[in-house]
């Protein structure tokens, strides 16, 4: 059963920096990229930021200089490191493994990044 469990998410200040993680267990055939998604309240769930499995990464213009994405292999994590955090950052961020096969989309149950002005 594969499972995806975003931690670090919570409260910082404009300007501040946070480091989300998403540990992931179980077997996942055919990865095509890993990333992460956010959904403030009212709005719909943006794309955020994905590296594939050749290591490439792309980022969301609004994130883009600020954020960086990278994976550890061996631990089966992804990490979404933020900086120059701004509140319109506050959102609840998910993580995403996207497949060649079914189901094609894996994701985790979110974690809330609150940035305060």
């Known amino acids: 059963q594969v499972q995806l469990v975003e931690s670090g998410g919570g409260l910082v200040q404009a300007g501040g920096s946070l480091r989300l993680s998403c540990a992931i267990s179980?077997?996942?055939?055919?990865?095509?990229?890993m990333g992460w998604y956010r959904q403030a309240p009212g709005k719909q769930r943006e794309w955020v930021a994905g590296?594939?499995?050749?290591?490439?990464?792309n980022f969301a213009d609004s994130v883009k200089g600020r954020f960086t994405i990278s994976r550890d292999n061996a631990k089966m994590t992804v990490y979404l490191q933020m900086n120059s955090l701004k509140p319109e950052d506050t959102a609840v961020y998910s993580c995403?493994?996207?497949?060649?096969?079914?189901?094609?989309?894996?994701w985790g149950q979110g974690t809330q990044v609150t940035v305060s002005s």
């Open positions: 995403n493994v996207n497949t060649k096969n079914r189901p094609y989309d894996y």
């Open positions: 590296i594939t499995i050749g290591g490439s990464t």
């Open positions: 179980g077997i996942i055939f055919g990865i095509n990229t």
